[in-house]
């Protein structure tokens, strides 16, 4: 992690600290540096999280090895299909013809930023015929350059205008019919007029990180880097490498190396320089082209590619400019060089890597919804991204690089997010944990809650009152009353109320025994009291419907005449 995320976020925040993850190696360059500077560990099994590996190592080892979800290496199974000069060529020729193919012109006109490239020696014959037209044409002077497809850092370039020079492959695999096959090679229709500064002739050194091919998700990188030659350059001398070749394991064998500087230049300082000689509007078409030049590569090897979500691969794009601003892709390296030869070179390239790392993001702690991480930009996921109307750039190649203050600002907001994260993951199980302790106590007091009846005969112990217990009357067999006078409306009414009558508190019963009733006061009488008074003065302890009948028709205001009418 960048110092500034190691500073803002805390250790119980993350998913996963960096002090745990381990890497493997075997550079001992800027690469060993980046991974150190991170806090993380080397080890020298198979228990890691990240491995930045050779090439070799892919071809031999990975097709062979189970990745387990948390590891994460630098290259793609196959990514030999972009990065081999003759394979890359080839995929952007047939892509080019599908375009053309499905009626997609316009597209494929745009594939027109590599030089003319035949495969020795299977294409031989088709290359000699071109050579001869041309000749004819009067280009007989034009120069064509030899690469060796498998090689590096200049190694076994060289450049010819006679097919003299070339009779080695015919020879060899005509003559030589024992040997398994002639050194595969390249062969390109050499840029004559590059662009010169100083008369001296320059290529861009420009980095491309590759997280995932489905969808196509690109980062570019701000800061890059032009290599210059440390000759003047002359078009006739095709022999003095040092004139034409820019790698820097040529140039620092040349008498006249600068051990200081190194011969390159901060891609920022070759902008600036450009918009003084051919004006900003001009420079920003051309480096936006380079960065369409750099997605269409890829998207043009997009099916081809295994995609594999342990994968991620920085690419570096070899880019030449002609006399015209016009952008040449010259090849693309799997393995770009991390060797610094000066300390600004050294700087750069430590923080590409870290950059780099932080979007791998071993650590899970961004969203992946990013558009700038650190020096990176990103410039395609599924398809290009395009910069606002209002926006006074068309890329951010070039352009200053922000690096230190963009990363302090993310990990800020990232430290915030991740520690609502965590309260949040916090407070969840306290208030669920709450609500239980909430449900078991009210889950207790149900069980413990006293019924409605319960509690009403604690009411009536504080006021010194019996409970109500349910009377049963007694009944002799002889005495039981008529059928119709039990269905009689009167007397189905007046049961409850004797019940109530003998069901009252001794307390009460005692009052309303000693209460004499004057007879002004009889007419005034309730039903109640009239039967309270009627019940105490015969002192009935039982219902007797029958001796009391005509008693009661008084008390319930029945006359004779009533009766009379109702046997009527």
């Not at 960096?18 to 150190?36: D, G, P």
């Not at 500077?37 to 031999?60: F, L, N, P, S, T």
């Not at 196509?216 to 034409?244: K, M, P, Q, W």
């Not at 003084?276 to 960065?291: D, L, M, P």
């Amino acid at each position: 992690m960048s110092e500034y995320f190691r500073k803002y976020i805390k250790k119980e925040h993350y998913q996963n600290h960096y002090s745990n993850l381990k890497f493997k190696t075997s550079f001992r360059n800027c690469i060993l540096e980046a991974l150190k500077r991170r806090q993380w560990k080397e080890v020298e099994g198979d228990d890691w999280d990240i491995m930045w590996a050779e090439k070799e190592w892919i071809h031999e080892v990975m097709d062979h090895t189970h990745l387990q979800p948390n590891q994460k290496i630098n290259h793609f199974r196959n990514h030999y299909e972009l990065t081999r000069k003759d394979l890359m060529i080839k995929n952007l020729k047939r892509y080019k013809k599908n375009l053309e193919r499905e009626g997609k012109n316009e597209e494929a006109n745009n594939y027109n930023f590599f030089p003319q490239t035949f495969h020795l020696p299977s294409e031989y014959p088709i290359f000699c015929e071109e050579f001869k037209r041309q000749s004819q044409n009067g280009e007989s002077k034009t120069p064509w350059i030899m690469k060796p497809i498998g090689k590096s850092q200049g190694k076994g370039i060289f450049i010819f205008n006679k097919l003299q020079s070339i009779s080695q492959w015919k020879n060899t695999l005509r003559f030589n019919q024992e040997a398994q096959q002639a050194e595969a090679y390249i062969v390109q229709k050499y840029i004559a007029d590059p662009l010169l500064i100083g008369g001296k002739k320059f290529d861009m050194r420009i980095y491309l990180l590759c997280t995932s091919y489905q969808p196509l998700t690109l980062y570019l990188y701000r800061t890059g880097f032009a290599r210059f030659t440390h000759h003047r350059y002359d078009n006739e001398d095709i022999s003095n490498t040092y004139v034409h070749l820019t790698n820097v394991a040529i140039q620092k064998t040349s008498d006249n190396y600068d051990e200081k500087l190194g011969g390159k230049w901060n891609i920022q300082t070759l902008k600036l320089f450009l918009m003084t000689k051919f004006g900003q509007e001009k420079v920003a078409e051309t480096f936006y082209n380079i960065q369409m030049l750099m997605i269409r590569s890829l998207q043009a090897v997009q099916k081809i590619i295994i995609n594999d979500k342990h994968c991620f691969e920085l690419y570096g794009f070899d880019i030449l400019l002609d006399a015209t601003l016009k952008p040449w892709l010259l090849e693309v390296n799997a393995s770009p060089s991390m060797t610094s030869n000066t300390p600004i070179d050294f700087e750069l390239k430590c923080g590409l890597l870290d950059d780099v790392f932080t979007i791998i993001d071993l650590e899970k702690v961004l969203t992946g919804n990013e558009e700038q991480i650190g020096g990176f930009d990103l410039v395609c996921r599924g398809t290009p991204i395009k910069l606002p109307i209002n926006s006074t750039f068309t890329t951010y190649l070039g352009s200053f690089n922000n690096r230190q203050q963009q990363l302090k600002k993310i990990a800020k907001s990232t430290a915030i997010r991740l520690a609502q994260t965590y309260q949040e993951t916090q407070t969840k199980p306290i208030d669920n944990g709450s609500k239980n302790q909430k449900d078991e106590k009210e889950k207790q007091q149900r069980s413990t809650s006293k019924g409605p009846q319960t509690i009403q005969n604690g009411i009536n112990n504080k006021l010194g009152m019996q409970p109500k217990q349910n009377s049963i009357i007694k009944r002799n067999g002889t005495n039981l009353p008529a059928l119709g006078t039990i269905q009689n409306k009167n007397t189905v009414k007046r049961q409850p109320l004797q019940n109530a009558v003998q069901l009252q508190p001794p307390q009460i019963q005692a009052l309303n025994s000693n209460k004499k009733i004057n007879p002004s006061e009889e007419q005034i009488l309730t039903v109640n009291q009239k039967l309270q008074q009627l019940t105490q003065d015969n002192k009935l302890s039982t219902f007797q419907p029958y001796k009391q009948q005509s008693q009661y028709n008084d008390v319930m205001g029945m006359s004779n005449r009533n009766i009379q009418r109702d046997e009527e």
